[in-house]
Structures are given as C-alpha cells and as structure tokens.
C-alpha cells in the first residue's frame, strides 16, 4: 500500500515514478487475483474453452489440409500430365445432380497419338464414373463420399491405387476393391456381389487396394474393373474415356511434357499437369468439404467467444463493483485513476494470459484427439503429423487476449473512476435498470432492426438488408436487456414465488436486484438459444418446404429414390422404372434423371425423363403447350424460370452440352409448378446423344385402380431387388427420407452450440457465485431466523432458474424471428414453408431452465455450507 | 397493550424448563484453535435466563458475552457443556432441527443487516413464519405493527427506513412468532441515544406487557439498565450478577473490569468480539 500512495504523490512525469507506479498497478492487481481466484474461474474457463475450440478448429484444418494434401500428392505423383475435354458445363441452382462440372469423354484413340510424343514414358486412358458396391447382405453400401467406378491402370505410376491382396482384374465382371470399402461392406475376395452403374452388374472381387497407403480416398469407395467392362458400363460409347494419364521419361518436366502433349491434341481438347489435375481433385474432394467445415466451426467459435465476452464482462463489472470500497481506499491514499484502472486491468491480463495459453494447449490437445477420434467413428482421415502454423496459435491467442482485455476494460475505467469518498460511503450494488437514454436507443435501434429485417424478408427478398437488420435487432436486445429485465424477471418469476412461497418470492426478488447484471447475465444465454432457435425454424422450415414439395407435386403413390449424399451414390438405374412398369399392379413408372447443359449460356440442370408419363406421377400444375410430343427438339420449362430468362412456349432456346454441341430447341410447354419436375423436362431421346453415364434420382409409381398400397409396395419390392434392394417409399415415407439430412445437419449445430450455452451457463454459475459473496451478511441473517439449508439452497437455485428462463425466452423469441426472417429472405421465389416447431422450441425452453437449475447448483451449495457466525460477523 | 398481553398464548414462560428458565447454559466452554493458540472464549459459564424476564450479559470487549449469546441461542456450539432452549438440549440436534428450533422458538435482534434489503417491512416481519409456511396470526401481526409504530412504513423497503426504524422493524419480528426467548446482540449498537432509547423501551414491554423472555447482548450500562437484571462476564467466565440495575451501578462495576483490565489481564477470547 505505501508504494501507490508515494508514486500517486509524484508529479507525473517522472520516468522512474511513472514505472514505479506501473509496478504498483500490477502488484495490487496480482494481490487481488491471488485473493479472489475462486472469482475469476468462471472467466478463465470461459476463455480457456473459447480459445481452445477456436485453435483446436485451426489446428486440426491444417493438419486435415496438409494430410490430404500429401495424400494427393503422393497417390498422383506418378502422372505428369493429363489430358481431358476442354469444354466443362456446371450447373447452379438448386436442385439435385453433380455438383462439380461436366466434361465431354476423350476419345481413347488419342493415346496412341500421344505415346509417339517424345519424352513419353506410359499412357494410360482412365475411365471414371458411378458404381454403387452392393454389399454381402444385398443392401447399396452407405457412404458419405462418391461411390466411384473405373478402369483398373496397370500401368506403373499411373494408379494411384495399389493392390495390397489379390489380382487385378482380367476377366470380365472381376473387379478390385479399396480396402475401406472392403471391410464395410464384407466383402471379401472371392465373393460375387452387384456393382450398380447403376444398372446392376454382376461382379466378382479379385483383388484388394489402398489409395496410396490409405485404405481409401476420404470416403470414396472404389471399384477397380477391366477396361473392356469399364467402357461398357461407365461410357456412353466404346472407344472413349474419362481422361488420359501420361508420365514423363527421366529428365523430362512436367511443364515440358505437358506442353508437348498439348501441341498433339485436337480442338475441344486440352492437357494439364500432375500437380494441377492433383489439385483439382484434391479440392473438389476434400478442400471444399474442409472449407465448409472448418468456416462453420470458426463460426461457432466466434459465437462461444462473443457469449464469453458477455460473460467475462460481467465478472468484472460485479468485481469492480464489490471492491468500490477497496479501490476508494487506494484513490483515497493517493493512488491515481490510472493506477486503479492499472490495477484492474494487471488482474485481466493475468487471466488473460493464463487461459489463452492454457486454450491454445487445450485447442492443439482437441486436435489430436479428434484426429484419433475421426476414424474411429468412421470418418477415415489420413494420418499425418500434427499441423502447429504460426497463424493457428496467433489467431486464438489474439483473439483470446482481445476477448478478455476488451471485457474488462469498461469495468476497469469504471474503476478508475472511483470517487475516493466511496471508502466512506455503505458499499451498495447497482440497482439502476434501463435509464430513459438507455430505453430511449435501444427501442429505436429495435425499431430500425426489426424494420429492416422485416423490410429484407418479405419485400424483397433481400438477404444483406436483412442480415443488417438482425444484427441491429440483436444489438437492440443487448442494449434494452436492462430495461427489460425488470418487467420479464417479474413476469417470469410470478410462478416461482408462487409455488415455492417465501424461497421463491426471495428468489425472484434478488434476480430483480440489479436489473443490469441480470440482463447481461441473461444475454449471454440468449445469444446461444437465438442461434440454437435460427436454426431450429431454419432446419423444421426446410422439412416444411421439402414435405411441402413432395405433396403438392408427388401424385403417384410410391417413390424410390436415390442415396442423397453429395455427389455420392450411383443413382437408380435407367432401367428400373421400365422393368417396374411391368408389373401387372403398376398404372404407371417414371424415372427422373439428371443432366447438365448450358441454357443461353448459364449452366442448369436438365430433369432427363419421359415428360408424358411425368404429367401423370407429378402435379406439375397448368401447363401450357403440350409435355406430350417434346420429342428430340422441343423442352419445357417451369413457369418461374421461363419468366425470368424471358422464354415462353413457342421460344426457341439454344443449349450447349458439355460435349461441346450447341442445339437449338423450342419451348413445347411451360409448367406452373416445378417442385419435384426441376426447372427444365427434356425427353430421353433428346439427351441420349450427350449422355455420359445415365443415372436417375427418382422413380415415380402410380397402382392401378384396386391394388393396396400394400400390395403394390410389396410386388415393386420385390422386383427392384436385382437393382440393389432400393427403400420402396410412399409419399410421407419419401418426404421424411428426403428430409434426413437435416436432421444430421441440425445435430451436429447443436452439438456444436452446446459449447457456447455451456459458457453462457458458466456466466450465471459466476454471477451467482459472486453474488452469493456479496450477500454473505443477508443469508447468514436468514440462517439465523430459520432458513433451513435445503430452503437456502433452493433460492439460489430458483434465482439461476429465473434468469435462465429470462435469457431462454429472450432467445427464443428473438431466434424465431430471425429465423423466419432468414427463410423469407433466402426464399427467392416465394414457395417456402416457414414452420415454428412447437416441440423442439418447447424443449430448448425446457432444457435451458433445467441448464439454469444445473448452473445454480454449485453456488446454491457454497450458499448453503456458509457458516452462519461468520457470515453475520462479516464486514 | 392490555390487548397484547391478555392474548399472550402459545409457547411463553409455561413451556420453559421446571427450573423456570427459558434459555439457560450448563458448564459452558468454547474454545477456539488448538494447542498454544487455543482461546477459551468461555470457560465453564452457568446460567439461566428466567422466563419472562429481561436479561442483560455484560462485559468488557472479549469476554464472551457475545458467544455466549450465539451458543445458548443454537447459532454457534459449544466446545463442552451443553445449552438449554426450555427443555430441549442443542447439543442433540443438528443443522436443520436447530435451524427449525431458531424460527420457531427463537426471536433474534441483530445489532446491524437485520433485515432482508429487498423483503418489505411486512414481509420482513413474518420472515421467520414464511420460512417455516405457517400462517401469521393477523391480530398479533397487527399490534404488533401498532406498539413498534410502524403502520405507515408496512410498504417500504428497509433502505428507506431510519437506523431506529429498521432495529424496531426486527423487534417486531422477533416478535412476530411468539417465540419463547428472544436473544438481542447490542441491538441499540448503532444508535442514536434517542432511537435506541425506544428500541429498549420496546424490548422492556414486549417482557412486561406481552410476557416475553428477552436476553440482550451489550456493554452499554444505559441500556443494561433497561434489563430487569444483568449478568457479568469477563475472561470467559461469569463473574457478578446484578438485579434491578441502574445505570450508574452497572457503570461502577463496569469500571471494575477496566481496573483489573489494566492490572495486566488481557482481554481474551480473540475473534469473539461483538
């Protein structure tokens, strides 16, 4: 204490003074942090977990990068350069079918011309395409990845598969396995199975193979055949094939090799080297997904750091306050505003630098575990060392230090602020709610947010403007906490005092005390129950519009459709919906396939189909013009996107195929509604010629008159078991099957928000902790005129409850509007659902008071175990 | 006040002990810390405080009149020895019986933070029955409020109340349950003369009137004086009786211990100081 008093006397100035002091400020910092460590270990974890998850995110994104990087790089390092169709049509829009773009087939007749190009060691054609395995019970294999078929390369290098088992095949139908593949499906070599390309062929596995020394690529399943069985299945037509692979001679460059390649090839052809096609195929494989996935997860990060701000600040508001009376001492002495602020903020960057430092350990040890843990439930990522870059230990640590200084620096000017008179004065919470400015910006920051948000949503639609708007409507929920908190505590809390007399009358009465602390404390947990409530709306709106979709277009009365992952499956054969129509129950079967072409130069997805027997299995709504004569020249579009490019029936409308053909096709019908039917219906007949590897994604089948859905059901089954026992659905069964995406998609939010709600749940254990400290005198005063333990106990929790219900609710309302808002502005054209699902927002409400009766726990304890002596005698 | 004392029912003198004493501590030791450092706060005391009587324990800063206090009311325990409330010894019963004991047979007066800042006047008055879910009795509530004067203030929150207005407030809660005795630990502490002048009145009638037991902690003879006797302690130790005191005899006996004081006997008993 003298050393402040004398350095606060100093005129300022004085270089060993100023230093002096600065020791000082540190000193009575670190006193402080030494004495109410208990205090701030609600802030060191928070900042602990917020750090770690967002380094660990880092770490293991690197790592992932870099493993499948040099896996690439290693399983390609013997092809130096390939060669492949120029022309590349990729489809946008919504919709089902490859997302990647579609190149015409290289004629194989190219390799013979190439292997004469000096420097040219090996060529090879590979062909490429869908192959479903059919595992040894009969069902499709499941798999999160493309389920890939091709030509087995024998020539050395340009595999990058090797055989570990077995041979290469030779025969026909023989074909090799990756050995992931291999053991998820039980297949063994020896074994005959079905490979759908998608029409079922019968197969024999000969040989076993990993994908450089993994035992496969990501997820992908592969299935190595001859090439004459690889032409036949996977290529439109004998003689072509996906690619050409070509290897360089000792001493000849990739650069070199690929130039003098180039020069050989004819028009619409083109030749690039090892390392781009590796890169290629690298990032649409796994760049993308890890992108995704490491953005979505940086983003939960940030929303547990934000929640952990809220939290961290208020720790330090309460501590500030609680010591007016010390840091009034200090002014009083002579220590200046700077040195108090000093001091508060010394005891900030102590745990701020402890818990980064710990979260960045934490986040690299997350990284190796869940680098242990992904195989082991069945994500087979390649091994590799640990990736530790500077940029995944600076980011955390920054943004860590940020988070803790930034919180605690409001506090700390307050505390600077201190009037040195306070030391005289009764120390006494805040109780001031919302002031009139307060009530005053934060209802107009809500009334400006609310507007745009709404303004974004249904006129429009216009995303940004929304988006803008809900952060302004959240910001305005943060700022009229305050106000607020008073009425919705008094509201909220009228149960409480009412069931639990005098206990929960107390209890309501102390989350009332001060208006403020209660707000931020609740906002912390509202932050995480809005997001939680978005996605909630977003997820049950989505499984509204899709139910919505299939009810009104779906008129048949069973489904089969294809595995929806991705790019993954092989799709439904062709032939399936002609065999079913054979059955003496079906009326009427259709199959929907997929293709690609370039309408007026902007890629779209084409529905390959017969367009007559459509109209009859989907409600396709009022069509003008006829579906039944489209014939080899004419198409049709859906109302909604005829309009917008301008097309009407009767139009004539160029595409271009990613074989490079430009063919000029009419209009022959336009169509109300697109639903199931997709934006553009061309006839098989007209897609065939441009055709790669046909596949559809859906087969439509209406019975005949008399048969039971029963009946019907079990004869289609029955039939499609040579196709790899496809799901036989009806119309609900079909939507709820389309709709399970979402529901992984939803848990995995959830799991991933249950890191922020733990903090925010953290924040109200702290403030109560803190709390209770600060009303040592009052419960040992209730002690001692008969409160029991358990009624003590009960207080504290039904406080924690109050303001848990008070931040869940705030959430919940605030999430529901956002996301309703979130599914007007992204519904372009206006045939969303929206949906509020009253369970599941029933049950967020339920967990987060039961999160806020577990968060009151432990202080409701340390309440208890009080000494009543000691807390009557405290000063 | 005719009023108050006729409905005097329930548990008052008759239900104390055959001796008469409502409250009473037999061979009482507290000892605080171990060996060397080990602090006798109370060193064998025996006493009784009769029904319906005010009793005030005095004596020097640490001499354990304040532990004793805590430990005959069943806030603190006893090192050896035992302590009475009527016929119930506290020593038997553990945290939630004397916690039960406390709201229902025990009136307190603090000296300061006796009431619950964000509980009203009222509420704060039927505190201890709330706890315990029993029904106010509204008539004795509602002389209760008349003889403490507070009628007035039932609405407000202690924060608006004076220092005099809130020790009156926790008189009347004491009160409130008809408890058997009433410990007050220097509840005229923070007091003005005047204020703290109508708090011990209000202690005196709530014995005279209303036939309540009253046991109040303080080392100012002024209010000893309002106690129908006193009882002095020092070092631990019961050392004088006094009855019908004034203030002036308290005061000359009080001198006593300050004389002995100086004679080189330190005040014991560390961290029992009221």
Same mark, same amino acid.
């Given at each position: 204490?003298?050393?402040? $008093? ?17 020791? !000082? ?5 670190? =006193? ?8 701030? !270990? ?23 990068? =870099?493993?499948? +990087?040099?896996?690439? @790089? ?199 080297? +090892?390392? /781009? ?16 996935? $490491? ?75 869940? /680098? ?57 919470? *805040? ?16 009334? =400006? ?107 048949? *009365? ?100 990613? *074989? ?36 559809? $994604? ?12 029963? /009946? ?22 079909? @939507? ?72 869940? !609710? ?60 000691? @807390?009557?005698? $405290?000063? | ?83 009475? &409330? ?19 047979? &025990? ?6 933070? #006796? ?8 509420? #704060? ?15 004795? &509530?509602?002389?209760? &409020? ?129």
């Amino acid at each position: 204490m003298n050393s402040p $008093t004398r350095a606060g006397g100093t005129p300022a100035g004085s270089r060993s003074a100023s230093t002096g002091a600065g020791r !000082a400020s540190l000193r009575i910092g670190l =006193a402080g942090l030494r004495a109410h460590k208990r205090r701030f !270990a609600g802030t060191f974890v928070a900042v602990f977990l917020g750090v770690a998850f967002l380094a660990g995110t880092m770490v293991m994104g690197d790592t992932l990068r =870099a493993s499948f +990087g040099k896996l690439f @790089a290693d399983a390609n390092s013997g092809t130096d350069t390939v060669v492949r169709g120029a022309d590349e049509v990729t489809a946008s829009g919504p919709g089902p079918g490859p997302g990647q773009g579609t190149r015409e087939p290289v004629p194989t007749g190219l390799v013979d011309a190439i292997r004469k190009v000096p420097g040219v060691a090996a060529v090879a054609p590979v062909i490429e395409g869908a192959g479903e395995l059919v595992k040894a019970d009969g069902k499709s294999l499941d798999t999160r990845g493309p389920t890939v078929a091709g030509n087995w390369i024998d020539e050395p290098g340009l595999n990058p598969y090797k055989l570990v088992e077995g041979h290469a095949p030779k025969a026909p139908g023989e074909i090799v396995v990756n050995r992931d593949a291999a053991r998820r499906g039980g297949l063994e070599i020896g074994d005959r199975t079905l490979l759908r390309t998608p029409d079922p062929v019968h197969v024999t596995v000969v040989g076993v193979a990993t994908f450089g020394n993994e035992d496969g690529e990501g997820q992908t399943t592969y299935a190595g055949m001859t090439r004459a069985d690889a032409e036949r299945y996977l290529m439109p037509k004998p003689g072509e094939a996906t690619t050409i692979k070509v290897r360089a001679g000792p001493g000849i460059s990739q650069q070199q090799l690929t130039e003098r390649v180039a020069k050989v090839l004819p028009a619409h052809y083109e030749a690039i080297t +090892g390392t /781009q096609a590796s890169d290629e195929t690298q990032e649409s494989t796994s760049g993308a997904f890890l992108d995704i996935f $490491t953005t979505l997860l940086t983003v939960f990060a940030g929303i547990a750091l934000l929640v952990a701000t809220f939290s961290i600040h208020n720790t330090f508001a309460i501590v500030v306050a609680q010591r007016t009376r010390e840091n009034a001492l200090l002014r009083a002495l002579g220590a200046t505003r700077r040195q108090v602020l000093g001091s508060t903020m010394a005891e900030a960057a102590a745990v701020a630098v402890l818990a980064t430092a710990a979260g960045l350990l934490g986040g690299i040890g997350i990284a190796a575990g869940l /680098q242990a843990l992904f195989p082991a439930v069945g994500f087979p990522f390649p091994k590799g060392a640990l990736q530790i870059h500077v940029l995944a230990l600076a980011v955390p640590l920054a943004v860590g230090l940020l988070v803790c200084l930034g919180s605690a620096a409001s506090p700390a000017v307050r505390a600077g602020r201190t009037a040195p008179v306070a030391a005289l004065r009764e120390s006494a919470t *805040d109780t001031s709610g919302g002031s009139r400015r307060r009530a005053a910006i934060g209802l107009c920051t809500a009334v =400006a947010g609310v507007a745009m948000t709404v303004g974004g949503a249904a006129a429009g639609p216009n995303l940004p403007l929304t988006a803008l708007g809900a952060v302004l409507t959240l910001a305005a929920f943060v700022v009229l906490g305050p106000v607020a908190s008073s009425v919705a505590v008094r509201v909220l809390g009228a149960p409480v005092g009412r069931l639990r007399g005098v206990t929960g009358s107390l209890a309501r009465r102390n989350a009332l005390r001060s208006p403020k602390r209660t707000a931020a404390t609740a906002t912390a947990l509202m932050i995480g129950v809005a997001v939680v409530s978005v996605f909630t709306v977003l997820g049950a709106s989505m499984k509204a519009t899709l139910n919505q979709t299939v009810d009104r277009s779906f008129a048949g *009365d069973v489904a089969i459709s294809a595995q929806v992952y991705g790019a993954g499956g092989a799709g439904l054969s062709p032939q399936l919906a002609t065999t079913v129509a054979e059955l003496p129950e079906v009326q009427d079967s259709v199959g929907l396939g997929v293709g690609v072409a370039e309408v007026d130069g902007a890629g779209r997805r084409l529905t390959v189909t017969d367009p007559a027997a459509l109209s009859r299995l989907l409600d396709l709504g009022k069509v003008q013009g006829s579906l039944a004569h489209l014939g080899t020249t004419q198409i049709a579009v859906a109302k909604d996107e005829a309009d917008k490019r301008g097309l009407a029936a009767g139009s004539r409308v160029p595409l271009t195929f990613a *074989d490079g053909t430009r063919v000029d096709f009419t209009v022959g019908a336009v169509y109300d509604q697109a639903g199931l039917a997709g934006n553009y219906l061309i006839s098989r007949a007209a897609w065939e010629p441009h055709r790669v590897q046909d596949k559809d $994604t859906l087969v439509a089948i209406d019975f005949r008159d008399g048969v039971s859905t029963a /009946q019907g059901k079990a004869a289609v089954t029955e039939a499609v078991t040579a196709f790899g026992s496809p799901d036989v659905q009806t119309k609900s069964e079909y @939507a709820t099957s389309s709709a399970a995406g979402i529901d992984t998609f939803l848990t995995l939010i959830y799991a991933l928000l249950a890191l922020a709600v733990l903090i925010a749940l953290l924040g109200i254990a702290n403030t109560l902790t803190l709390a209770v400290h600060e009303r040592t005198r009052e419960l040992g005063l209730l002690r001692a005129v008969g409160q029991t333990r358990g009624q003590l106990r009960a207080m504290v929790r039904w406080e924690s409850v109050v303001v848990a219900a008070f931040g869940t !609710a705030g959430g919940l309302g605030l999430g529901t509007f956002l996301g309703w808002a979130l599914v007007k502005a992204t519904d372009g054209s206006g045939t969303g659902a929206f949906a509020v699902p009253p369970l599941p927002l029933a049950v967020v409400l339920l967990v987060g008071v039961a999160a806020g009766m577990l968060a009151g726990w432990r202080p409701a304890r340390r309440a208890a175990r009080l000494d009543i002596l000691r @807390a009557i005698a $405290t000063e | 006040m005719s009023g108050l004392t006729a409905r005097h029912t329930g548990p008052g003198p008759a239900a104390g002990a055959e001796d008469g004493t409502a409250a009473r501590v037999v061979d009482a030791a507290k000892v605080y810390g171990t060996g060397d450092a080990a602090v006798r706060a109370l060193d064998g005391v025996t006493v009784g405080f009769p029904a319906g009587r005010f009793t005030a324990i005095m004596g020097p800063s640490g001499s354990g009149k304040s532990t004793l206090m805590h430990c005959a009311a069943g806030l603190d325990s006893l090192s050896s020895g035992s302590a009475w &409330i009527g016929g119930t010894e506290l020593g038997t019963l553990g945290d939630r019986q004397l916690t039960l004991l406390r709201r229902e047979r &025990i009136g307190f007066v603090f000296q300061a933070f #006796n009431l619950v800042p964000t509980l009203t006047v009222a509420e #704060n008055v039927t505190l201890p029955l709330d706890l315990a879910g029993r029904r106010p009795d509204a008539e004795w &509530i509602d002389a209760l &409020i008349d003889v403490v004067g507070l009628r007035d203030r039932l609405r407000h929150r202690p924060s608006e109340l004076s220092g005099g207005q809130q020790q009156r407030v926790a008189v009347a809660r004491a009160l409130a349950g008809r408890p058997e005795v009433v410990f007050a630990d220097e509840p005229t502490g923070n007091l003005d003369s005047r204020s703290g002048g109508e708090v011990l009145a209000l202690l005196g009638r709530a014995v005279h009137d209303m036939g309540r037991t009253v046991v109040m902690v303080t080392h100012d003879p002024v209010a000893a004086a309002h106690a129908d006797e006193v009882v002095f302690l020092a070092d631990g130790r019961l050392v004088d009786m006094m009855t019908a005191p004034t203030a002036g005899r308290v005061l000359d006996r009080m001198k006593a211990f300050d004389t002995k004081a100086f004679d080189g006997r330190p005040a014991g008993g560390g961290g029992t100081s009221s």
